[in-house]
């Protein structure tokens, strides 16, 4: 039951070129820093990632962007990435924009084991477009497939040995959901602790549901837009 491995270089040992990987975070918050370091060096290419968004230019899923080892994103948000943008209008990125509500619902429909679902978001735009559109009680709704992964890789506040995982507030956004999308789920965790020092009303998502831990070092805690206020 112990799934601690000894560096994220391992957590990965087994993740190849054409992988499909979610990956947790919110902008730059709460993103799996280790892991994409690890990938990043692991040099695989031709990746399909499944996240919010795709870091910066410079920091977070950005770093994969930048190396070329992304040929598709499935997000809700680019704006803060200018090589992002630059591969995409170049015709060398696939992308697949989502609904930031949708995007969540379909990694959730992929972890629940449902066949999709029906919503009113975005009906009569392009995201619609060749999707099965009915009308439920005089109201349209598209039907959206779910979403599932080989690997989720997430970053967790705290994590037990048995892969029972916190996470601290927005940092948590899409990471459970995620975890229970894939196949082989990796968290890091800030503090790593012993089976049974965590409180179980606690616990954000259970172990059963992870298949790695590794001990995270060495966080920047990346900020997007530093904002702060002026001296009175």
Not at 44 to 70: A, D, F, P, W, Y
Not at 84 to 97: C, D, I, K, S, T
Not at 131 to 139: A, F, N
Not at 201 to 214: M, N
Request: aromatic share 6%; glycine share 10%; proline share 3%.
């Amino acid at each position: 039951m112990d799934k601690v491995v000894s560096s994220a270089d391992e957590a990965i040992r087994d993740l190849q070129d054409g992988a499909v990987i979610m990956s947790g975070g919110f902008g730059l918050c709460g993103n799996p820093e280790n892991l994409i370091a690890a990938i990043h060096r692991k040099g695989v290419r031709n990746l399909t990632i499944i996240s919010n968004n795709c870091g910066t230019t410079e920091l977070g899923l950005g770093i994969l962007l930048k190396s070329r080892q992304v040929k598709k994103m499935i997000s809700s948000y680019v704006g803060e990435n200018k090589e992002f943008e630059r591969q995409y209008l170049a015709g060398e990125l696939e992308v697949e924009l989502n609904p930031q509500g949708t995007l969540a619902e379909r990694i959730r429909a992929g972890g629940c084991g449902l066949g999709g679902f029906y919503t009113p978001t975005a009906v009569g735009t392009l995201v619609a477009k060749g999707k099965e559109v009915r009308t439920i009680d005089g109201k349209e709704y598209v039907f959206e497939l779910p979403l599932k992964a080989e690997f989720a890789i997430v970053r967790a506040y705290k994590g037990d040995r048995w892969g029972n995982l916190i996470f601290r507030e927005t940092a948590r956004n899409f990471s459970p959901l995620m975890c229970m999308a894939a196949k082989t789920t990796i968290a890091e965790v800030e503090h790593l602790v012993e089976v049974g020092d965590l409180d179980p009303d606690a616990v954000h998502l259970s172990s059963v549901f992870v298949r790695r831990v590794v001990q995270g070092r060495g966080y920047q805690k990346w900020i997007e837009k530093r904002t702060v206020r002026k001296k009175a």
